[in-house]
């Protein structure tokens, strides 16, 4: 049963620390997408990658957020530095190219003292 | 722009209610409509999908039908058990393999 893995499941850091989030897409799925869920917002795209190229990370504050794939096996999402607004479920989800219908891993739980 | 509004929540009901969570889209193009479901401490899952005007998603006993004329996207299910418990979500599709999602409708079933 392919399932979209996230790493880590839950993390508590300090202000001002780097966090790093780490996915693993389903093998073969070529689209991958990072999406943010809070309480007051909702779930909210941050950025996706087709083949490993970014195609829209408008959704990312761009002064303290990068998403990259460094090989189609493995996405991340970095924070540096954080802040407590950052405080959030992150999740990751993939897909087939052409297919609309997306795959989400479990969340990484962010809380930012 | 496009968008997805669900009905809000929380909704309540007893075991074996009948149910219906209300969805509409923003009528641009025709989109792929999509019912997902969250339950607590996990991701997101497909629940149920439909691609064109007139055909009905199901899964689980959940049923969605694609209403062009009303641009609406209902979920229904006909008797609710307490492991149907979970957050639903609405979304439409984007263009570009994005989906936009509606806000989520929280529904708690009742022994």
């Known amino acids: 049963d392919a399932r979209v893995t996230q790493t880590p499941r839950h993390k508590v850091t300090e202000m001002g620390q780097e966090v790093t989030m780490r996915c693993q897409p389903i093998?073969?799925?070529?689209?991958v997408f990072w999406y943010r869920q809070t309480m007051m917002q909702g779930l909210e795209l941050l950025a996706y990658?087709?083949?490993?190229?970014?195609?829209?990370d408008s959704g990312m504050p761009k002064d303290r957020f990068s998403a990259e794939m460094p090989d189609a096996t493995l996405a991340t999402l970095k924070i540096q530095p954080s802040e407590p607004r950052d405080s959030a479920v992150y999740f990751c989800?993939?897909?087939?190219?052409?297919?609309?219908?997306?795959?989400f891993g479990p969340g990484t739980r962010l809380l930012v003292l | 722009g496009d968008s997805v509004t669900q009905m809000e929540g929380p909704v309540t009901l007893s075991e074996e209610a009948f149910l219906t969570i209300n969805c509409t889209y923003t009528?641009?193009?025709?989109?792929?409509l999509f019912w997902y479901v969250q339950y607590p401490g996990e991701g997101l899952q497909l629940l149920l999908k439909?691609?064109?005007?007139?055909d009905k998603g199901s899964n689980k006993g959940f049923e969605a039908t694609y209403r062009k004329e009303t641009t609406s996207f209902h979920l229904e299910k006909g008797s609710v058990q307490v492991s149907d418990s979970a957050v639903y979500f609405c979304?439409?599709?984007?263009?570009?393999?994005?989906?936009?999602f509606g806000q989520g409708t929280r529904l708690t079933i009742n022994p």
């Open positions: 989800a993939s897909g087939l190219l052409g297919a609309e219908t997306q795959y």
């Open positions: 439909a691609t064109k005007a007139d």
């Open positions: 009528a641009t193009g025709y989109p792929s």
């Open positions: 979304a439409r599709g984007q263009g570009a393999q994005k989906l936009v």
């Open positions: 990658f087709r083949n490993r190229a970014p195609l829209d």
């Open positions: 093998l073969g799925h070529n689209t």
